[in-house]
Protein backbone atom coordinates (compact mmCIF):
# COMPACT_ATOMS: atom_id res chain seq x y z
CA UNK A 1 0.00 0.00 0.00
CA UNK A 2 1.75 3.38 -1.10
CA UNK A 3 1.36 6.23 1.05
CA UNK A 4 -1.02 7.93 -1.15
CA UNK A 5 -3.40 4.60 -0.75
CA UNK A 6 -2.88 4.87 2.99
CA UNK A 7 -4.15 8.48 3.34
CA UNK A 8 -7.36 7.39 0.93
CA UNK A 9 -8.25 4.55 3.19
CA UNK A 10 -7.85 7.18 6.70
CA UNK A 11 -10.13 9.79 4.60
CA UNK A 12 -12.61 7.03 3.77
CA UNK A 13 -12.11 5.88 7.42
CA UNK A 14 -13.58 9.58 8.37
CA UNK A 15 -15.86 9.73 6.52
CA UNK A 16 -17.83 6.31 7.41
CA UNK A 17 -16.64 7.14 11.20
CA UNK A 18 -18.77 10.72 10.88
CA UNK A 19 -21.54 9.47 8.35
CA UNK A 20 -22.06 7.00 11.53
CA UNK A 21 -21.75 9.68 13.87
CA UNK A 22 -24.85 11.14 12.43
CA UNK A 23 -26.91 7.79 12.40
CA UNK A 24 -26.57 7.83 16.16
CA UNK A 25 -27.20 12.03 16.23
CA UNK A 26 -24.22 12.58 17.38
CA UNK A 27 -21.83 15.93 16.23
CA UNK A 28 -18.37 15.17 15.07
CA UNK A 29 -16.87 17.48 17.92
CA UNK A 30 -13.61 16.10 18.86
CA UNK A 31 -15.03 16.74 22.72
CA UNK A 32 -18.46 14.62 22.20
CA UNK A 33 -17.03 11.92 21.03
CA UNK A 34 -14.29 11.16 23.26
CA UNK A 35 -17.07 11.62 26.27
CA UNK A 36 -19.28 9.69 24.71
CA UNK A 37 -16.88 6.76 23.54
CA UNK A 38 -15.51 6.88 27.35
CA UNK A 39 -19.44 6.19 28.65
CA UNK A 40 -19.37 2.90 26.45
CA UNK A 41 -15.66 1.99 26.76
CA UNK A 42 -15.50 -0.11 30.16
CA UNK A 43 -12.28 1.29 30.85
CA UNK A 44 -11.05 1.40 27.38
CA UNK A 45 -10.80 5.63 26.88
CA UNK A 46 -9.99 7.89 24.30
CA UNK A 47 -8.88 11.35 25.28
CA UNK A 48 -9.90 14.27 23.27
CA UNK A 49 -6.81 14.51 21.01
CA UNK A 50 -7.36 10.77 20.02
CA UNK A 51 -10.64 11.50 19.06
CA UNK A 52 -9.86 14.54 17.05
CA UNK A 53 -7.28 12.28 15.46
CA UNK A 54 -9.81 9.75 14.21
CA UNK A 55 -12.22 12.86 12.97
CA UNK A 56 -9.59 14.36 10.73
CA UNK A 57 -8.58 11.20 9.10
CA UNK A 58 -4.87 10.97 10.96
CA UNK A 59 -4.87 8.18 12.36
CA UNK A 60 -7.05 4.38 13.05
CA UNK A 61 -8.43 3.43 16.63
CA UNK A 62 -6.80 0.70 18.17
CA UNK A 63 -8.71 -2.83 17.88
CA UNK A 64 -10.33 -2.47 21.17
CA UNK A 65 -11.00 0.98 20.32
CA UNK A 66 -12.55 0.06 16.76
CA UNK A 67 -14.67 -2.72 18.60
CA UNK A 68 -15.90 -0.43 21.35
CA UNK A 69 -16.69 2.56 18.64
CA UNK A 70 -18.34 0.11 16.20
CA UNK A 71 -20.48 -1.60 18.67
CA UNK A 72 -21.80 2.16 19.96
CA UNK A 73 -22.14 3.13 16.64
CA UNK A 74 -24.25 0.50 15.70
CA UNK A 75 -21.72 -1.12 12.83
CA UNK A 76 -19.10 -4.08 12.24
CA UNK A 77 -15.69 -2.88 12.88
CA UNK A 78 -14.88 -4.26 9.55
CA UNK A 79 -17.44 -1.93 7.94
CA UNK A 80 -15.73 0.62 9.08
CA UNK A 81 -12.36 0.30 8.79
CA UNK A 82 -12.96 -1.10 4.76
CA UNK A 83 -16.22 -0.68 3.95
CA UNK A 84 -17.16 -3.94 3.40
CA UNK A 85 -19.10 -6.94 5.49
CA UNK A 86 -18.62 -10.58 6.20
CA UNK A 87 -21.13 -10.45 3.27
CA UNK A 88 -18.68 -9.13 0.93
CA UNK A 89 -17.91 -5.30 -0.19
CA UNK A 90 -20.31 -2.90 -0.82
CA UNK A 91 -20.72 -2.37 -4.50
CA UNK A 92 -19.27 1.66 -4.52
CA UNK A 93 -15.67 0.29 -2.75
CA UNK A 94 -15.68 -2.95 -5.26
CA UNK A 95 -15.95 -1.05 -8.36
CA UNK A 96 -13.35 1.44 -7.36
CA UNK A 97 -11.24 -0.88 -5.89
CA UNK A 98 -7.14 -0.97 -7.99
CA UNK A 99 -7.21 -4.54 -10.03
CA UNK A 100 -4.33 -5.30 -7.65
CA UNK A 101 -6.71 -4.85 -4.33
CA UNK A 102 -9.54 -7.05 -6.10
CA UNK A 103 -7.39 -9.77 -6.83
CA UNK A 104 -5.97 -9.71 -3.34
CA UNK A 105 -9.66 -9.43 -1.66
CA UNK A 106 -10.59 -12.84 -3.94
CA UNK A 107 -7.36 -14.39 -2.69
CA UNK A 108 -8.69 -13.24 0.61
CA UNK A 109 -12.31 -14.95 0.45
CA UNK A 110 -11.47 -17.87 -0.38
CA UNK A 111 -9.37 -18.55 3.08
CA UNK A 112 -10.67 -20.15 6.01
CA UNK A 113 -12.29 -17.97 9.07
CA UNK A 114 -9.35 -18.51 10.96
CA UNK A 115 -7.24 -17.31 8.14
CA UNK A 116 -9.27 -14.50 7.59
CA UNK A 117 -8.71 -13.40 10.96
CA UNK A 118 -5.21 -13.79 10.92
CA UNK A 119 -4.75 -11.74 8.25
CA UNK A 120 -7.56 -8.84 9.80
CA UNK A 121 -5.30 -8.94 12.79
CA UNK A 122 -1.46 -8.73 10.90
CA UNK A 123 -3.55 -5.29 8.87
CA UNK A 124 -4.79 -3.58 12.17
CA UNK A 125 -1.12 -4.33 13.60
CA UNK A 126 0.35 -2.69 10.87
CA UNK A 127 -2.29 -0.13 11.15
CA UNK A 128 -1.36 0.47 14.61
CA UNK A 129 2.27 0.95 14.01
CA UNK A 130 1.67 2.99 11.40
CA UNK A 131 -0.26 5.59 13.73
CA UNK A 132 2.65 6.31 16.42
Not at 26 to 35: E, F, K, L, N, Q
Not at 51 to 73: F, I, M, N, Q, S
Request: contains cysteine; hydrophobic residues 40%.
Amino acid sequence: MTTNDAENSLIVFRQRLLESLSAVNTPGSASIVAREFNRRGNGITVTIAGAARWLKGECYPTHKRLTVLADWLGVSAQWLLYGSTAEGASPGVARSADPDYRLLAQDLALLDEHSKQIVQNLVLQLMKAQCR
